[in-house]
């Protein structure tokens, strides 16, 4: 039974990468993602130099491209590649963990809401909607100017605000799943709710949950990057927030210091390029109708 079981998922993950291989853009996106996960992981392989928060060659400040310093260096001297790869680990980690967070809160709201119905999903529902209606990046502000411009605070305020979204995709896909005969039959054999939600509710929305995490991604990194630029990051890690931050500092933009302001924009850019990619190609397989066209 066990081998049967195996053989099943690994025949779902082959028809799962036969799909999305089908969609150039998912593995451009793909690939993009890769490139960066794997050149953060190994940083302290690939970097150059090492990098210290304040730490650096003071004979070398603010000094563009060349043979030694490949993106030039910054106002305290440091490698810019070392820190553009350096923070690629940082913002890469808070984008993730942020992502874990909202996809946690929204689940629990999403399913609840949609299963149970009457006053319970009128209260999630409506607390939902006043979050709704609050612009993000203020609420953000307010929360790390409260809380503090820490690593995992970040996280927090991140995860706190992007949940709405995901919540309200799974109410709806959870109320039409409850219809379903095979709710019905659970239920006639006395079958819990918890028992219910756990073996036939998650299962179906599992693909719907996946695909809005990887489409929300891209948007903490974004979100990360903004308090960070803001000078609300954390300043004892790198990051690609806190170098654009650093870089608009010492005036990059108006002093010409393209080295400085180019490189952490990009990288943003192209991450969050590869997760709309990815969740355009994972959205054609959870949604046949998009396949279609």
């Not at 998922?9 to 853009?25: A, N, V």
């Not at 949609?114 to 319970?120: H, S, W």
């Amino acid at each position: 039974m066990q081998k049967l079981k195996l053989k099943g998922y690994e025949k779902s993950i082959r028809t799962f990468w036969d799909q999305y291989r089908e969609s150039g853009l998912g593995l451009l996106g793909l690939g993009i993602l890769l490139f960066f996960v794997l050149s953060s992981t190994f940083a302290e392989v690939l970097i150059p130099y090492p990098v210290g928060v304040r730490e650096g060659d003071r004979e070398a400040i603010l000094k563009p491209p060349s043979i030694k310093h490949l993106l030039g260096t910054d106002e305290f001297g440091r490698d810019m590649l070392s820190i553009i790869i350096q923070g690629g680990r940082v913002s890469l980690l808070i984008g993730f963990l942020a992502t874990l967070v909202t996809a946690l809160i929204g689940t629990l709201i999403g399913i609840s809401a949609g299963y149970f119905g009457g006053k319970t999903e009128e209260i999630l529902m409506r607390f939902t909607d006043l979050l709704l209606v609050i612009p993000s990046l203020p609420l953000m502000i307010v929360l790390a100017s409260i809380l503090g411009a820490t690593f995992w605070n970040m996280i927090l305020v991140i995860g706190i605000r992007g949940w709405t979204g995901t919540a309200r995709v799974l109410r709806s896909q959870v109320i039409s799943l409850k219809e379903k005969p095979f709710i019905e039959s659970a239920r006639a054999i006395g079958a819990s709710d918890t028992r219910i939600i756990v073996r036939h509710i998650m299962p179906n929305v599992l693909p719907l949950i996946v695909a809005q995490m990887v489409l929300r991604v891209g948007s903490s990194i974004l979100s990360a990057a903004s308090l960070s630029f803001l000078g609300l990051g954390d300043p004892t890690h790198i990051s690609w927030g806190m170098t654009l931050h650093y870089a608009f500092s010492v005036g990059s933009l108006f002093s010409n210091f393209y080295w400085y302001l180019l490189p952490p924009g990009i990288c943003i850019t192209l991450v969050i390029l590869s997760f709309t990619f990815i969740g355009y190609a994972l959205d054609q397989i959870v949604n046949p109708r998009i396949r279609r066209r």
